[in-house]
């Protein structure tokens, strides 16, 4: 299947750091494969994440992962940002080496941060060493340099949501953000091929019960719901970013045939296919 989503990295590029203005993205899922950081410079736009709309404006920070579902709604004539774009490989390491519990739940619930005189300054040194690292270092050293520079800019966000006063969390934290994670990382990969939660499940090596409480008390909704919203986000991008009719559509992401894409479809989003699209080329 041809990826319809928008990238910031090349097809032979593992990590990027540059700055954009994310207007050829608007509509489309935006295809971290890792993790991407936004430092917004100037202007504004709306961005979905989870579903969720934030305002960016200057001074934003956000950073979503390859869990998150991610595109923007609008987009200001004057809208710029600075990025960094890293491949999972860069970024595992890192990820799974922050020492708050409380870190994962800080980032998922307030995914886009308003920065400090004092932060605002920091971020941006921190950016143009990564972007000194990804454009004039050789190869041998740049992907340690990269890693290195990212898990030391995730350890000092740390250290911020730390200085709170969180309340304990309960049972194996680690575990239940790890498998949740994972569900993510599965969905993103095989929701276009399936979207049978005992699929997800075993593939987890639990039961479709258990799946369905980490989401409920994680996402707050099921793992179904999660599915469906990957699924219509994934024909969204199809719709908008492809001239695919609705049946080849339907093939690519295995639906039975055209007319169930469709019921399915509109069920979700009160909108027919051909209706979306038009009203997508208009915006």
């Known amino acids: 299947m041809v990826n319809a989503r928008y990238s910031l990295c090349n097809s032979n590029e593992l990590a990027t750091v540059g700055i954009t203005d994310l207007k050829k993205s608007r509509g489309n899922l935006i295809d971290t494969s890792g993790c991407i950081l936004l430092i917004v ?121 730390s200085e709170r006063t969180l309340p304990p969390l309960l049972g194996d934290v680690n575990r239940q953000w790890r498998l949740v994670t994972d569900f993510f990382k599965l969905l993103n990969r095989y929701c276009v091929e399936t979207r049978d939660v005992r699929f997800y499940a075993d593939r987890l090596c639990i039961t479709t019960s258990y799946l369905n409480k980490l989401c409920r008390k994680v996402l707050q909704v099921s793992p179904k719901d999660m599915i469906d919203r990957q699924t219509v986000s994934e024909i969204k991008a ?27 479809f509109r069920r979700l989003t009160c909108m027919s296919p051909i209706d979306y699209r038009n009203y997508a080329d208009v915006l």
């Open 41 to 161: 410079t100037s202007g504004y736009a709306v961005a979905s994440i989870n579903f969720q709309r934030y305002p960016l404006r200057r001074g934003c920070l956000t950073l979503f992962f390859y869990d998150e579902v991610f595109h923007m709604e609008k987009i200001s004539t004057s809208f710029s940002a600075r990025f960094v774009s890293l491949s999972y490989a860069h970024m595992e390491e890192a990820m799974l080496d922050v020492p708050s519990p409380h870190f994962w739940d800080s980032l998922y619930e307030h995914p886009v941060y308003r920065t400090t005189i004092q932060e605002w300054r920091l971020l941006n040194n921190w950016w143009e060493q990564m972007y000194w690292i990804d454009h004039e270092t050789e190869t041998i050293y740049r992907d340690a340099l990269l890693k290195i520079e990212f898990h030391a800019l995730l350890v000092a966000m740390d250290s911020k949501i």
């Open 238 to 264: 199809c719709l908008t970013n492809t001239d695919w009719s609705v049946k080849k559509i339907a093939e690519e992401l295995h639906f039975e045939d055209a007319s169930y894409l469709c019921r399915y």
